[in-house]
């Protein structure tokens, strides 16, 4: 098992700057990716962001490229979000996953561990 704790979340204007993070603990040597996606009410969970943990290749959806980073600090067993030039479209829950199957998923079948989730919520 692998245990996820997101932090960072809350409320920022339009064209602020967040960094979200997301702490593993447990059976991290299990794990393959990491990547972050996010809800909101009524809507189905999105892909927003992967890395791969040896690596280091990312992959983003086309919406945040240019504006997020995703990062990782291998020997914390975290990854990093950070969210640049916010947009109200950005707010949503934002969720942490680890995937000990896939080196880049960007679909949340291949995800394998969760975290509780952050709220992101950008004002205009």
């Known amino acids: 098992q692998v245990q996820l704790v997101e932090s960072g979340g809350g409320l920022v204007q339009a064209g602020g700057s967040l960094r979200l993070s997301c702490a593993a603990s447990?059976?991290?040597?299990?794990?393959?990716?990491m990547g972050w996606f996010r809800q909101t009410p009524g809507k189905e969970r999105e892909f927003v962001a992967a890395i791969n943990w040896s690596g280091g290749n990312t992959y983003y959806r086309d919406s945040v490229k240019g504006r997020f980073t995703i990062s990782r600090d291998n020997a914390k067993s975290t990854v990093y979000l950070q969210m640049n030039s916010l947009k109200p479209e950005d707010t949503a829950v934002y969720y942490c996953?680890?995937?000990?199957?896939?080196?880049?998923?960007?679909?949340?079948?291949?995800?394998?561990?969760w975290g509780q989730g952050t709220q992101v919520t950008v004002s205009s």
């Open positions: 996953a680890v995937s000990s199957r896939h080196p880049l998923p960007r679909t949340d079948t291949w995800y394998d561990y």
């Open positions: 447990g059976r991290t040597f299990s794990m393959v990716a």
